[in-house]
């Protein structure tokens, strides 16, 4: 009689499991985030081993903590004093930059975030800010359904020190399960994110 019991149970667990990645995006249960890494440590000396890792249940791949404080970079932060980067030096050892759910099988919605590109120099350190194009893709289920491109145009005055633009999302990234953000040459130009507008769901 247990191991009738036991059974149902699982089995009901995982109906409701299946029952629940089943919703569509509008019928889950949600938190916004706004995503902005002011309160990690980065190691100024050596940004190349602040590896974000996760970050309020979301995955950054190949993307590094950089302090703007520490760092004199062509860009500054959009808020507070950290942000995110990558470059070549990132991408050839862990792949394309991408940001998705840490646990796998759940999806989440990238509304807009600020960005920024700077000429990177050597190995990991920034000089000034830089035109660059980026491409933003949404996969689900590893097709891509969704894309967008965006491009940083600093002014002559603002290329040692400038400020980030927005780039605001279509509808078509609610609910994606993976986003890749690639700049147009990864091995002159550093691309830094901050402030990510997201939506996680159960």
Do not use: W
Not at 69 to 94: D, M, R, W
Not at 170 to 186: E, L, R, W, Y
């Amino acid at each position: 009689m247990k191991n009738i019991l036991a059974t149902i149970l699982i089995y009901s667990s995982l109906f409701f499991a299946q029952a629940s990645l089943a919703l569509p995006p509008s019928k889950r249960a949600t938190t916004a985030e706004v995503i902005n890494f002011d309160t990690r440590k980065a190691n100024a000396v050596l940004p190349a081993l602040n590896n974000v890792g996760v970050e309020k249940d979301l995955y950054f791949q190949s993307f590094v903590i950089v302090n703007g404080a520490l760092l004199l970079l062509g860009v500054f932060p959009h808020s507070g004093k950290n942000y995110i980067a990558t470059a070549t030096e990132q991408q050839a050892l862990t792949g394309t930059p991408a940001i998705y759910p840490a646990s796998k099988g759940k999806i989440f919605t990238l509304n807009s975030f600020y960005f920024g590109c700077a000429g990177n120099t050597v190995a990991s350190v920034a000089d000034v800010a830089v035109q660059c194009t980026i491409s933003v893709a949404g996969f689900v289920a590893n097709r891509e359904v969704v894309s967008a491109t965006y491009t940083f145009s600093p002014t002559v005055a603002n290329t040692v020190r400038s400020g980030m633009i927005q780039a605001k999302l279509p509808k078509g990234f609610a609910g994606v399960q993976n986003v890749t953000v690639i700049q147009d040459n990864p091995v002159t130009k550093v691309l830094l994110l901050d402030d990510i507008d997201v939506v996680l769901y159960s």
